[in-house]
């Protein structure tokens, strides 16, 4: 199949998904800080 | 027609998979704790009237309401990715998961009311303290509830049931529900608790009046205990999963355990080892500002200290010289030459339950001390340093956990989604597949 051409290695894939979870989760985790600082403010 | 085997262009379907759900464990599991952590701070409340407690509770209310939109988020995309990229593997594993997967949705609904609720309810319920206690509670059961089912669908998938997939009790008491369920429940709390005193780390470091650094020093205690506390009972815990993994799919225990992937369990090893050092060194700098000054005990917790990091060591001994033979770490041989220290008998378990007995003496000790009290607010900035080493460890403790149970199912050839059953790349097996239908004997023929 032409997609299992186009898949990194291994190793690779590995890192890029270490490195997916990183920024979703961590994204999610600044998300989450900075609409909690906005918490409370009145308008 | 037949169903296309797609890929994700690159990274690969499993990438994707791991990415969504691994994202979604960190928000989910942090909910699942917290809600025990949370209520029982409210309880507390209640009956020693020290506001520090109430106030950590709600703000745990606020953050959980924050987060949950984050964890709600991530299962809904990952459903749409099994159904778009696993179809045939889906398909089967939601007829054979119906009513887990049933009640797992009834139990979502259920924590957006009470979540929320109990958030809302915070000031009207006021005068009614010990009914909103009792919210917090129930939305805490109902998060367990939750996992519990769900953990039905992760355990099926490494063990599935030695009946046949109809057989819905034995679908849900699968060999290693019990076990993973019982090291999730204790995991979450652990995991919450660290990640409540990284949190609390980071606020001691930014704030500048006096009460905000004596409430974030508490909190940073709470979270310690919490975290701590728990983390000690999961080797023992851990140890019986394995073990019923071992009897139930040796296989997969062969690939995790001393295989190609026994390098997870170094990792794994240097995650406990570190959370439990930076644990106690943080009992020990707290307990120099005893309310009662106990030289004594803080003699016997540095002698914790010195154990706890001796075993620690002990524990991330390699079996042999092939660490990760994926990336070609190895020297002297590798898997030939063996390390002395390095055997799982006797000196894994003289390491691991070393570590569980040191640390919970130390503990002890340290609770025996915090029912003086102490004085708030003075911590140095490298105990609140040794806090946030605990938190971000714990988040990698999870990744590593969550990747050595969904790789296990890759220990016998040619890897499966449903061991035994169904094939990485969606091939239903029959011979061999635990809970394959049997020919029902037809009424008075001979069995």
Redesign the interface.
Known sequence: MIWELALLPPVARFFAGLFLIVLVAGGSALFIYWISTLYGKEE | MPIG????????K??VM???W??HI??AALIAGIFIIAPVSEYLGVLTKQPKYDRFAKGAG??AI??FA?GSF?PILGVLMLITLYPVFWSYAQNILFWPLFAEAFMFVGEIILIYAWYASWDTMAYRKKLHVVLGFMTGILLVAQFSFINIVGSYLLTPSLSSATNVGAVALNPTFVPLNMHRFIGNISYAGFLVAGYAALRYLRSTREGDREYYDWMGHWGLIWGFGFVLLQPLIGFGYLKSIREHNAAAFDYIMLGEKAWLFELLTIDLGIMAVASVAYCLHKLRFAVKPMPAMRNLVLGALGFLTFFSVLNLIPADASIVP??GLEFAGGEETKLPLGSMYPWKYIGIIGLMLVGLFALALYLKATADGFHWGRASRWSQYALLLTAVTV?LTM?TMGYVRETARRGSEPGYLISGCITLDQEVVGEGCPAAPTRTPAIGAEV
């Open positions: 085997n797609l890929e994700a262009p690159g990274i690969g499993e990438v791991a990415t969504i691994q994202s960190l928000w606020v953050a924050l987060l984050t991530t994926q990336i988040i990744m």
